[in-house]
């Protein structure tokens, strides 16, 4: 009874070097797995009977059998407590990871009768990705503040529209609409080209030709694809401004798109620069009409301006490599430093910035992650002066 276990898991394990992520595609989890556990669900996914895992567990690990015995019960308890052993189970709707909620990238509620559209309308469109997408419903001033945020991406005219939004205003607020649903609102005025950009972004991504995005900048120069992820306050987008002002061509602001092709190329999607207020005085250093920029307020409550990029990429290019990763980390007055991130740690640093466009993981995902990282090498770069950084990076890329 002893050899009898009956292991079955619809769970997929991937290696990560010398040990394995585990992903459940019912309850869309990731598990992170050592190298004895790595070797243990290998063991048992082959179809070892319980006693041969254990003599192995023993042999290789100098524990004594009732040990080895011991740490197997452990890890099956572990598992089976998990739900990794016990079929499968019923996941919400949104993507769990490492025990975080995401919810889903497009909040959609029904939209009010009492909505009005904006008075004096004057319609935008802009070209995502794959999507021309025209806004109705805007004041002269919010539609120049649009063209302001999407740079290069604005079009003229909407006759060839693929999507069409409508901007509406109501005693709660603004709510931006699509096909009668609302993607979001807001209930200022300084508010309204923040949630448009990002929703529009959303909608676009949604029905491109694109595997994941990630949450992070990215840069194009002299056959150097360079992503810079990161949490919000990391320092991506003064560090990118920095680049952009020294020659690089803008990728994508603070979502970069990765193509189909196993996450190793990025799609462009070069719209303004999003600065926080905590960037202000760099950037009023390096650009000098940069104060006089209108002032918005997100969603999130930050303060923020759009700085228009300089040095566009080419209209026709529509893929580009991922050569570099590095994760930016400012702290006033620190020197620039570099260091190569482990597997492990790759894979951990990057995970919360990772989303895929299905808003699900399956194993191909997983796989194709570890690929990008294998691929590119990952560093983390800690700075404290733009300029500094910005030289280092070039001393070092060659």
Known sequence: MHDNLEFKSKASLH?????????????????????????????????????????????????????????????????????LLDGPISGARHAVVNGESRPSTLRQTSLTKSARKVRRSVPACFRILDSTIAVQG???????????????????????????????????GYRLAYEDQVLDRCEALESVVPMIKASLIQLAIGKAVASAVLHAAALWRDGTGLVLPGPAGAGKSTLAA???????SLVADDVTVLGPEGLLTMRPLPSAL???????????????????????CRADGKSVRFL?????????????????????????????????????????RILPEFYPVSNRFDGETIDALIGLLRQAPVFELHYGDSGAAVAALRQWIG
């Open 15 to 83: 290696l990560l070097d010398n040990d394995g992520v585990l992903f459940d595609p019912h309850s869309q989890r990731i598990f992170r797995l050592n190298r004895t556990s790595t070797l243990l669900w290998s063991y048992f996914e082959c179809g070892w009977p319980r006693s041969t895992v254990e003599a192995r567990l023993s042999e290789h690990h100098g524990l004594s059998s009732n040990s080895a015995a011991q740490y197997v019960s452990a890890a099956l308890s572990e598992w089976r407590q998990a739900g």
């Open 138 to 172: 805007l004041s002269e001033s919010l539609h120049a503040s649009m063209k302001e945020a999407f740079a290069d991406m604005a079009v003229p005219g909407q006759r060839e529209a693929d999507l069409i939004c409508d901007l509406f205003a109501d005693h709660e």
């Open 242 to 248: 920095a680049l952009v002002d020294n020659g690089w």
């Open 274 to 296: 999003c600065l926080k207020s905590g960037s202000w005085p760099v950037m009023a250093e390096l650009v000098p009409e940069f104060e006089r920029l209108a002032v918005h």
């Open 308 to 348: 228009l990029p300089r040095n566009p990429l080419a209209k026709d290019i529509d893929r580009l490599p991922v050569n570099l990763i590095a994760f930016p980390r400012y702290r006033e007055g620190a020197s620039v430093t570099f260091r190569r991130l482990t597997a492990d740690e790759s894979f951990d």
